[in-house]
């Protein structure tokens, strides 16, 4: 009897100095009744463990919060740069620009018509003047009607073979309603031939398309061959041609974007009119004119060709 009180005594001892299970959350962290993991019984490890951590935590947080603040400077940076389709000077997009680009609009007084708000009585019959029409239109914030030509003169800046891969109209801003004031023009001259690439302005983003123009005899010795990319250039090769913008909806601002390539490089140029301050072109659908006014090479008033042009 006394063998069994002290093996009952030993027993009772053992259990008091068996370890208990560490829990979460009143858990335990490894299955009932199986060895305490031996992680749990040294201290030591755990106390390293918590300090590697930390160190770690030390050592990282403040370079994400630098990597954070830099990235927050370059946004902030970027929304005060003026994108390239708004500039006020051609840009380059990709790399260093190797073309030499001319873009203007092309003046033709028996082509050009006008969108102005002035009303008839307000605008300065042309008289022998049929050519200052259209500077009087855009002294008065006129805008091209219907459509615009604009002459694209490219070569480039050394004798190294560069090509032209894309000619695009590029919207600046967003398009406007256009406006209900009164269509001018001159009503002359007879239809000539060439060659083109046309934006159409209603779509977004426009939509380009190599035409060719013909009429009739005048096609004789005139290149009428379409439009094909790529266009080769250089410092002695040049490519001229035109952009006919048109608009039936919308009153638009754009500008010219070439694509390019030269020695496995590519990029873009954007330009907008040479002849005024590299200035976005504009062209305004002429479909709300609730006036139209129309003169001859004279300076004489077409009625047949005029509606509400009553210039008294």
Known sequence: MARSSRSRRSASSSEARRPQDPAVNGAPLHAPGAPTPRMFQRPEIIAAIIGAVTALAIAIIPAILQDKSKSDQRATAASTTPSVATSSMPSAVGTENPLNINAHTLADRCSDRWL????????????????????????????????????????????????????????????????????????????????????????????????????????????????????????????????????????????????????????????????????????????RATRVCTWNEDGILIATQSSKCALN
């Not at 002294?139 to 009607?145: D, H, I, V, W």
């Not at 090509?163 to 109209?169: K, S």
């Not at 023009?185 to 302005?201: D, P, T, W």
């Open 116 to 287: 102005v708000s002035a009303l008839p009585h307000q605008i300065p019959a042309p008289g022998n003047d049929v050519d200052g029409l259209g500077k009087w239109a855009k002294s008065a914030n006129g805008a091209a009607a219907d459509m615009q030509r604009v002459t694209l003169t490219i070569d480039g800046k050394s004798q190294t073979e560069a090509w032209i891969t894309q000619i695009r109209a590029v919207v600046v801003g967003s398009r406007s309603e256009p406006s209900d004031g009164t269509v001018i023009s001159i009503g002359c001259g007879e239809a000539v031939s060439y060659r083109l690439v046309e934006a159409n302005l209603d779509y977004d983003p426009p939509k380009m398309t190599p035409r060719v123009r013909l009429s009739g005899d005048n096609a004789e010795g005139v290149n009428v061959t379409p439009i094909e990319y790529p266009l080769k250039v250089s410092a002695t090769e040049a490519e001229s041609f035109l952009v006919e913008s048109v608009v039936s909806r919308f009153d638009v601002h754009y500008r010219i974007a070439v694509d390019w390539e030269i020695q496995g490089r590519m990029g873009t140029t954007i330009v907008g009119d040479s002849t005024n301050d590299n200035k976005p072109f504009r062209v305004s659908a002429g479909s």
